[in-house]
């Protein structure tokens, strides 16, 4: 069904614009698009620039670089300005059909270029450049009026001047680019050099930073190669014909025709059908195999390569960091919005997908909802399958998918959000900065993500969106051993190991964090709970043994401590946890413990703590309370806490991490209201 939705908006977008700009990627870093103008008469080097935008992007065709890091490059438009300098004509020309383009091509190819000559010339000791054919020729720079270094940062005309002087040559010359290739043991050294300084005479001359040039792309005369009828025709031979070279007859597997089909599928970034490079997953274990494994039409190949590309410019987005391309499947064919309304449906698709992931874009979407409307009347006709991916330089990697999301599941997740949001106020106080509003944002750092070398370990927080897009239940020890996890990070300042950014400013403000993050934790539990996907957080029955009854226990209580526990749906232990917790956050408050950096803090064991544990602690919670002068005002609620945890002894063995936990909460709700109270008598005086 995914591939299916994917076709049909690839041929939707072939039916008003040629197969080459349906390619067209929009997605690019950077202000500009360096024309580099190639004129003979005589052969000189001429410089124009556009602006990125998308009518620019489509006149240099941006289709991407060759796939694979050890592809020829055939790309007229380039990130890479050494690809144009040395392989870029060469290799178009040799592959060309006789044209007017292939002309061109060979006029160029004549004047403009410079021969290393022979790899016994350039390396005359014998050492070793295998790909030393791939860089073998590359622009006169010299003969296209580029003949000094003055436009080069210091540190790299230095090393040009030096090799000049040792060498006795002039810069950018047959001998100097020899010379500079026996020097670095690579002629793609030489190709790379020539990159470099087309970048910085670029960026001199049109007064432009190197790092706002986004393209490059290729003219003769004034006119754009790329835009060149025969380099349209050659690009829809690279990327489709090719792949029909060995095709056979048979059955396409997506739209049923019998014809000729093609197990090639790797020109696709993200469309991964199966492993196409071993015969072991083959159909009878040979090559030939793959095609009954899945096999492609022409049409349905362009229709996926054209909606592949759609998607990436119009239907992907982030949630939380990640890449992610939202695909709909509509329930019926005719269904289909009709293409001059697409791009319309997709930016109302992505701004919905936005008002889950950050407060400040619900907002925004809710004010817009009637310029929506008439999509929002459509939801039930179609479902979303969300696609994650991690893109590393050229390749893509596909992460999760998660499939057939009804559209209403995303209400349902911000109608519940709303409602805990519009509670956690009641009782937290507002949230100005959006600390109480569960977005996928904010979810997104409640876990322990781990921050690697090259890229961040996101499997959890996919796992979890999984659940919440799916309805899947969840365990919640697990979720509670990760927002404990989390808070460690804040407390033992781990920050470089997590995504986690170091709060800006002195110790509370790192204070703040983990009593933020630990709010945050209970309410997204309650979130859950409101979605069904986690039971009531309960404990065992709350039997009371001593002198005094239940009622009498929660009547001494903080009476918005007590509907705060309430909300949460804490009895037995949990209960009492967080009332030792409570404990600990007035403890905290005391001017000797803010004096020393709440030491009170250093008897957690974040690890976990069994019962043993917890009942020291106990006791040792109650020598603080009498040490500071505060056991009279807290003697309800310490004998509250008592109570629950001696009548519910066993539960303390379940998880020591949990038990952590609780006691965490129960201080960091402590811990927020004395900073309310503060913040509320700063502004009285």
Known sequence: ??????????????????????????????????????????????????????????????????????????????????????????????????????????????????????????????????????????????????????????????????????????????????????????????CELLGEVLKHWASKKLDIKPSEIALYTLAFEGQLLAQHPDYKSYLEQKLVDEAFEEAAEGVCHLCGKQEKVTRDTARFRYLKFYITDKPGFASRLTKEGFLKNYALCKECYKGLLAGEQWLENHLRTQLGHKDVYVIPVFHLPEAYPPFDQLEAWAEYLRNRLSASQTLQAWKKFQEEIERYQHYEEQKALFILNFLFVTKQKAAVKVDKLIPDVPPSRLDRLDEVRQSVRKKATEFLGPDKNGEWDLNLETIYFLLPLRRGRNRTETTPYLNLLDALFTSRPLEPKTLIHQFLEVAGVHRFERYNQYIHQRPKGDELAREIALVQQMLQAQLFLLYLKELGLIGRLVGGERKMSGPKTLDEIEGMLDKELREWMDWLGLEGARRGLFLLGWLIGKIGSTPEQLESKKPILNKLVFQGMNRLKVMRLASDVYEKLRQYRIADVNEGTYAGAMAHLTSSLSELDSSPQENVFWILSGYSYATWRAIQAGRKKEVQE
């Open 1 to 190: 069904m995914i591939l299916e939705a994917v076709r049909r908006l690839g041929l939707a977008a072939l039916e008003r614009i040629p197969f080459a700009e349906a390619l067209v990627d929009t997605d690019v870093q950077g202000k500009y698009i360096v024309v580099l103008d190639l004129h003979p008469n005589p052969w000189r080097l001429e410089l124009d620039v556009r602006s990125v935008d998308e009518k620019s992007l489509a006149e240099a065709l941006w289709v991407g670089n060759a796939p694979g890091a050890n592809s020829p490059q055939d790309r007229f438009t380039t990130n890479h300005p050494e690809y144009l300098a040395s392989q870029t004509v060469p290799n178009v020309l040799s592959t060309i059909p006789q044209g007017p383009l292939k002309d061109i091509l060979y006029r160029i190819f004549k004047n403009a270029y410079l021969d290393l000559g022979e790899k016994g010339e350039v390396f005359p000791q014998g050492e070793k450049d295998p790909q030393y054919q791939r860089y073998r020729y590359l622009w006169d720079l010299p003969k296209l009026g580029i003949n000094d270094t003055d436009f080069l940062p210091p540190k790299e005309r230095q090393e040009l001047e030096e090799l000049c002087q040792e060498e006795k040559v002039s810069p950018f010359s047959l001998e100097f680019l020899r010379a500079y290739a026996r020097k670095k043991e690579k002629a793609k050294k030489v």
